[in-house]
Structures are given as C-alpha cells and as structure tokens.
C-alpha cells in the first residue's frame, strides 16, 4: 500500500488558487508543512548540476545537511514558488520565468550560500511550482521511503480569470522591482539553476542536469 503524502499535501496547498490571489500569496506555511516540501525538493535535487558556462556542480546526496537552508527562508521560496504557479496557471510565462529569476538573484546577494544549496533553492521552487499545478504527485513508499514522481495524467483543469491574471501579473513585477535588478545577459546571470519555464515540463527526474531554454 502507498501513501500518498505528497499528493495530499499539495491538494491543500492548491485550494489557495480558489482563493484571492494577495491573501494565498500572504497565507503562511506551518512548520511541518515547509519541511514536507523541503523533503520532497531535496529527493528530485540531482547529484550534478551543469551550468549554461559550463561549470558543473556535484552535490553529495549522503551530505543532507550541508546543502539545506533555514526553516524561514524556505518558506519564503516556496512562497514565491506559489506565485510562480499562479503566473503558470494564468499563462503569464514570461512574469513565471521573471519571478524565479528575482528570487535567485535576491539569494544569491546575500552571498552566504555555496553553489549546491543555491541548486537546491531553485529546485525547491521548481518542487513547487509542479506539485500546485498538477504535474507531478510523489509517492511514498512503505518501507524504504523512497519517493518516486509520476506525471499527473487526470484531473481538473485550474483556471485562471482575467481579474487572477492581472493580480498575479502585479504581484510579480512588484515583487521584481523590489529585488536586486538583472545582470547584464552576457554575465550569464541568475546562476544557471532552473528556470521556472522548466516546471511545465517535468521529467522522471523533475531535476535536469542542465537548465531547459526559455519556451
């Protein structure tokens, strides 16, 4: 028998899309709830990563604690990850992708994270953005925990109104402009970590090796 923790978990979480869109945004996470989502990012966060530079990143999965964040500051990712699934349900891509990208650039200004837990706090976002909209339900099972991803192949489709749309859209250039401006294209900014255009097509993994291309 399977437990489905991860499931119920974000079915909670996706009834704030029938809420309005400031108050969801606004709602706070308990505790247990944070750590659930950190547990399941942390399963999909692969052991390399690589670059668009070319510089790769390899992260020891036996070494857990050296790559998590603070209680507070994931929730705080996840928060924007909830955004960034609103802006996917609305089809706001370009303000989806913009969302992410303001959010690594506020982490890494802070200049306290290594490279691995900044992979780590782009894939708790992608986590996220994909268990909200449906796009992947994680099992656990029985026994040796292991959590496995699976496409989601039925139900509902989420909607979005045009009032949703335009709320979302000022959520996110607000949130934007009050975060660190974009680097030059040519620096290769935002840390080659995923990009939230990556939630709308999740693989087995649901952690490429390499960021997918602006859609």
């Not at 802070?110 to 339900?137: A, C, D, E, F, N």
């Not at 979005?160 to 402009?177: F, G, H, N, P, T």
């Not at 995923?194 to 993994?205: D, E, F, M, Q, V």
Request: glycine share 6%; with cysteine; aromatic share 4%.
């Amino acid at each position: 028998m399977k437990t489905r923790a991860g499931r119920v978990l974000a079915g909670a979480l996706s009834l704030s899309f029938l809420m309005p869109v400031a108050a969801a945004t606004a709602q706070e996470l308990s505790e247990m709830a944070v750590k659930s989502f950190m547990d399941f990012a942390w399963s999909l966060t692969p052991q390399q990563f690589s670059k668009p530079d070319g510089t790769v990143i390899q992260i020891d999965k036996k070494k857990r604690d050296e790559v998590m964040i603070p209680i507070d500051i994931a929730r705080d990712v996840i928060k924007v990850g909830r955004l960034s699934a609103h802006a996917q349900v609305c089809d706001l891509g370009d303000e989806q992708i913009a969302n992410h990208r303001s959010m690594m650039r506020r982490e890494e200004a802070r200049g306290k994270w290594t490279p691995q837990q900044m992979v780590y706090i782009s894939q708790l976002h992608l986590t996220t953005v994909m268990l909200l909209t449906g796009k992947i339900k994680l099992v656990e099972k029985q026994g040796d925990k292991e959590v496995v991803v699976e496409e989601e192949k039925k139900g509902p489709a989420q909607t979005c109104s045009d009032e949703q749309r335009k709320k979302v859209k000022e959520l996110i250039m607000a949130y934007v402009q009050s975060g660190p401006p974009p680097a030059q294209k040519a620096a290769g900014a935002d840390t080659g970590t995923t990009t939230g255009s990556t939630a709308k097509r999740p693989t087995a993994s649901a952690a490429p090796a390499t960021p997918a291309p602006k859609n």
